[in-house]
Each structure stands twice: as structure tokens, then as C-alpha cells.
């Protein structure tokens, strides 16, 4: 990796880790919806907007933040929009995140974790690439899973039987209550439903 490859990947983290601790302020206040938060950052390196997941059918946390530029006076034309989970790809109770990003003429995404709804996975990545925005992916995901780990788990649980799949059987649950912060009793819970009753844990 050269240098300036791994400043660059510092500086995602950088503001990757200040939109983590913007959606801990969304913690609680979204309804069923995931708590999120959203940093946008000139192309000079500077923070013109941030904003965190509101109440159901508000305001998502990419919108919040794009508001907050605009309130601050703030071009986000050509800047770098962090968000920790995958913006939305569907008209719900508000308008799809990823088409209104790409729009405002955000010249790229970074992205802590991938959104698991099954309306999404994926194609929010897919329409912002489609409209020309550089998308990354990954960033602090570790930091995220753990942050949305018991929305994950009453929310979309295949996630967490996805991520399952891939690991040992032995110790498996434990590894997974550490991956998705959460007690061990709520993942073995998610595996035995999936599994029926006479599943082994």
C-alpha cells in the first residue's frame, strides 16, 4: 500500500468514526428504523454537514446531513458523503436516499456496512454507482455491526444467519454476540428458530 493510499484510508475511518458517534445520538428515536449517521465532507477536506436518522418518516441520516450543509450555507456538489449503513434504494415513508445523493451532485460514498433490508442489499451501491458516484465500501464496518448489531437482530436476523454461515460451528454463537454486541442468549434465540427446536447449539 503506498502512502497515500493509507492516508486516505485514515482519513475515511477519521470521518467514518465522527459519523458513527452521530448516529449514537438517533439511538432510540428511530422507531423501527436503523440508527444511523451521515458526515459530508468538502473536496478540501472539510466537514460541511452531518445529521443522524430521525423519527419514522422523517428525515434519514444522508438527508440530515445534506439539510445541514445547506442550512450552514455549504455546497456538498463534488464532496464525499460518510454514511455508516448503506443508503436507501426505495420510496418508503420517505424518498430513496441513494437517488436524492446522487442528485445533489455527491462525488462519493463511503460506506460502513451494508444495509441488510432485502429491498436494499446492495442496491443503493448499484443506483449511486449507476448515476456515476464512486462508492466504497466497508469502512469501520466492524464499529457498525457491533452499533446496529440489536436492530439487526429484531429487524432482519438473516443477516445474522448469513454471517453465520461462514463461521465454525464451534463457538459460533459466542462469536457472533461479539461481532453484533449483543448478549449470547438473543443470537442462540435466532439460531435455534431457524433451525426448529431440536437444533444444536
Same mark, same amino acid.
Given at each position: !500500500?503506498?502512502?497515500?493510499a493509507?492516508? !486516505? +484510508?485514515?482519513?475515511?475511518e +477519521?470521518? !467514518?468514526r465522527?459519523?458513527?458517534?452521530?448516529?449514537?445520538?438517533?439511538?432510540?428515536?428511530?422507531?423501527?428504523?436503523?440508527?444511523?449517521?451521515?458526515?459530508?465532507v468538502?473536496?478540501?477536506?472539510?466537514?460541511?454537514g452531518?445529521?443522524h +436518522?430521525?423519527?419514522?418518516?422523517e428525515?434519514h441520516?444522508e438527508?440530515?446531513?445534506a439539510?445541514?450543509a445547506?442550512?450552514?450555507?455549504?455546497?456538498?456538489?463534488?464532496?464525499?458523503?460518510?454514511?455508516?449503513?448503506?443508503?436507501?434504494?426505495?420510496?418508503?415513508r420517505?424518498a430513496?436516499?441513494s437517488?436524492?445523493?446522487?442528485?445533489?451532485?455527491?462525488a462519493?460514498?463511503v460506506?460502513? !456496512?451494508r444495509?441488510?433490508?432485502?429491498?436494499?442489499?446492495?442496491?443503493?451501491?448499484?443506483?449511486l454507482?449507476?448515476?456515476g458516484?464512486?462508492?466504497?465500501e466497508?469502512?469501520c464496518?466492524a464499529?457498525v455491526?457491533?452499533?446496529?448489531?440489536?436492530?439487526?437482530?429484531?429487524?432482519?436476523?438473516?443477516?445474522?444467519?448469513?454471517?453465520?454461515?461462514?463461521?465454525p460451528?464451534?463457538?459460533?454463537?459466542?462469536?457472533?454476540?461479539?461481532?453484533?454486541?449483543?448478549e449470547r442468549?438473543?443470537?442462540?434465540?435466532?439460531?435455534r428458530?431457524?433451525?426448529?427446536?431440536?437444533?444444536?447449539?
Amino acid at each position: !500500500m503506498s502512502y497515500a493510499a493509507g492516508a !486516505m +484510508t485514515y482519513e475515511h475511518e +477519521t470521518w !467514518m468514526r465522527l459519523a458513527i458517534e452521530e448516529a449514537e445520538l438517533a439511538r432510540g428515536g428511530t422507531g423501527d428504523n436503523p440508527w444511523v449517521g451521515c458526515a459530508i465532507v468538502s473536496p478540501q477536506g472539510e466537514l460541511v454537514g452531518r445529521g443522524h +436518522t430521525l423519527g419514522p418518516g422523517e428525515d434519514h441520516a444522508e438527508m440530515a446531513a445534506a439539510r445541514d450543509a445547506q442550512a450552514r450555507r455549504q455546497s456538498v456538489v463534488g464532496a464525499t458523503l460518510y454514511s455508516t449503513l448503506e443508503p436507501c434504494s426505495f420510496h418508503g415513508r420517505t424518498a430513496a436516499c441513494s437517488r436524492s445523493i446522487a442528485e445533489r451532485g455527491i462525488a462519493r460514498v463511503v460506506i460502513g !456496512m451494508r444495509d441488510p433490508h432485502p429491498r436494499v442489499d446492495g442496491e443503493g451501491i448499484a443506483i449511486l454507482q449507476g448515476a456515476g458516484v464512486e462508492v466504497r465500501e466497508g469502512v469501520c464496518e466492524a464499529a457498525v455491526r457491533r452499533q446496529l448489531g440489536s436492530w439487526v437482530l429484531d429487524q432482519h436476523p438473516h443477516e445474522l444467519l448469513r454471517h453465520a454461515a461462514s463461521l465454525p460451528e464451534r463457538d459460533r454463537s459466542a462469536a457472533l454476540a461479539d461481532a453484533y454486541g449483543v448478549e449470547r442468549a438473543r443470537v442462540d434465540a435466532v439460531l435455534r428458530a431457524s433451525h426448529g427446536p431440536d437444533a444444536r447449539r
